[in-house]
Nanobody, 115 residues
Framework: QVQLVESGGGSVQPGGSVRLSCTAS????????VSWYRQGPGQERKLVAF???????WFADSVKGRFVISRDNTRNMVSLQMNNLKSEDTAVYYC?????????WGQGTQVTVSS
Protein backbone atom coordinates (compact mmCIF):
# COMPACT_ATOMS: atom_id res chain seq x y z
CA GLN A 1 0.00 0.00 0.00
CA VAL A 2 1.40 3.36 -1.07
CA GLN A 3 1.20 6.19 1.42
CA LEU A 4 2.59 9.71 1.18
CA VAL A 5 2.85 11.99 4.19
CA GLU A 6 3.61 15.70 4.07
CA SER A 7 5.09 17.52 7.02
CA GLY A 8 6.68 20.84 7.90
CA GLY A 9 3.79 23.20 7.43
CA GLY A 10 2.86 25.94 9.84
CA SER A 11 2.60 29.69 10.24
CA VAL A 12 5.33 32.05 9.11
CA GLN A 13 5.71 35.77 8.60
CA PRO A 14 6.15 37.27 5.15
CA GLY A 15 9.75 36.93 4.04
CA GLY A 16 10.25 33.83 6.10
CA SER A 17 11.07 30.29 5.08
CA VAL A 18 9.49 26.88 5.49
CA ARG A 19 10.69 23.46 4.44
CA LEU A 20 8.09 20.87 3.56
CA SER A 21 8.85 17.17 3.36
CA CYS A 22 7.07 14.36 1.60
CA THR A 23 7.91 10.90 2.85
CA ALA A 24 6.66 7.68 1.37
CA SER A 25 5.94 4.10 2.25
CA UNK A 26 5.16 1.38 -0.23
CA UNK A 27 6.99 3.14 -3.03
CA UNK A 28 10.52 4.33 -3.69
CA UNK A 29 10.25 8.00 -4.54
CA UNK A 30 13.54 8.10 -6.43
CA UNK A 31 12.09 5.84 -9.12
CA UNK A 32 9.53 8.30 -10.38
CA UNK A 33 8.47 11.95 -10.69
CA VAL A 34 7.22 13.81 -7.65
CA SER A 35 5.21 17.01 -7.66
CA TRP A 36 4.15 19.60 -5.14
CA TYR A 37 0.75 21.21 -5.54
CA ARG A 38 -1.02 23.81 -3.49
CA GLN A 39 -4.61 24.85 -2.98
CA GLY A 40 -5.32 28.27 -1.59
CA PRO A 41 -8.62 29.31 -0.01
CA GLY A 42 -11.35 29.18 -2.64
CA GLN A 43 -8.87 28.22 -5.33
CA GLU A 44 -8.18 25.19 -7.48
CA ARG A 45 -5.26 22.92 -6.73
CA LYS A 46 -2.27 24.04 -8.78
CA LEU A 47 1.13 22.60 -9.57
CA VAL A 48 3.99 24.59 -8.08
CA ALA A 49 7.06 22.35 -8.37
CA PHE A 50 8.11 19.12 -10.04
CA UNK A 51 11.13 16.86 -10.00
CA UNK A 52 11.51 14.18 -12.63
CA UNK A 53 12.91 10.70 -12.23
CA UNK A 54 16.24 12.06 -13.50
CA UNK A 55 16.04 15.11 -11.22
CA UNK A 56 15.03 17.69 -13.79
CA UNK A 57 13.01 20.35 -12.02
CA TRP A 58 10.23 22.75 -12.93
CA PHE A 59 8.63 25.59 -10.99
CA ALA A 60 5.58 27.73 -11.48
CA ASP A 61 6.41 31.31 -12.38
CA SER A 62 4.88 32.48 -9.12
CA VAL A 63 7.48 30.60 -7.05
CA LYS A 64 10.48 30.50 -9.39
CA GLY A 65 13.62 31.72 -7.66
CA ARG A 66 12.04 31.28 -4.22
CA PHE A 67 11.24 27.56 -4.01
CA VAL A 68 13.62 24.62 -4.36
CA ILE A 69 12.61 20.99 -4.76
CA SER A 70 15.05 18.23 -3.89
CA ARG A 71 15.32 14.55 -3.08
CA ASP A 72 16.83 12.75 -0.11
CA ASN A 73 16.94 9.21 -1.35
CA THR A 74 18.37 7.87 1.90
CA ARG A 75 15.16 8.95 3.62
CA ASN A 76 12.84 8.22 0.69
CA MET A 77 11.82 11.85 0.83
CA VAL A 78 11.24 14.83 -1.43
CA SER A 79 11.44 18.29 0.10
CA LEU A 80 10.19 21.70 -0.91
CA GLN A 81 12.25 24.57 0.48
CA MET A 82 10.18 27.73 0.36
CA ASN A 83 11.94 31.06 0.85
CA ASN A 84 10.87 34.69 0.86
CA LEU A 85 7.31 33.63 1.47
CA LYS A 86 4.43 35.90 0.57
CA SER A 87 0.86 36.03 1.78
CA GLU A 88 -0.26 34.58 -1.54
CA ASP A 89 1.72 31.43 -0.77
CA THR A 90 -0.82 30.60 1.92
CA ALA A 91 -2.32 27.26 0.97
CA VAL A 92 -2.55 23.59 1.71
CA TYR A 93 0.44 21.93 0.07
CA TYR A 94 0.21 18.42 -1.33
CA CYS A 95 2.80 16.08 -2.74
CA UNK A 96 2.01 13.68 -5.54
CA UNK A 97 4.00 10.72 -6.78
CA UNK A 98 3.33 8.91 -10.03
CA UNK A 99 4.25 5.26 -10.39
CA UNK A 100 3.12 2.55 -12.81
CA UNK A 101 0.55 4.89 -14.29
CA UNK A 102 -1.10 5.73 -10.98
CA UNK A 103 -1.04 8.96 -8.98
CA UNK A 104 -0.65 8.91 -5.23
CA TRP A 105 -1.38 11.94 -3.04
CA GLY A 106 -0.58 12.89 0.48
CA GLN A 107 -3.13 14.39 2.86
CA GLY A 108 -1.68 17.89 2.64
CA THR A 109 -0.04 20.30 5.05
CA GLN A 110 -1.15 23.87 5.74
CA VAL A 111 1.20 26.79 5.23
CA THR A 112 -0.02 30.18 6.41
CA VAL A 113 1.96 33.32 5.64
CA SER A 114 0.79 36.22 7.73
CA SER A 115 2.13 39.06 9.79
Amino acid sequence: QVQLVESGGGSVQPGGSVRLSCTASGVILSRGPVSWYRQGPGQERKLVAFISSVDDTWFADSVKGRFVISRDNTRNMVSLQMNNLKSEDTAVYYCKARFDGADYWGQGTQVTVSS
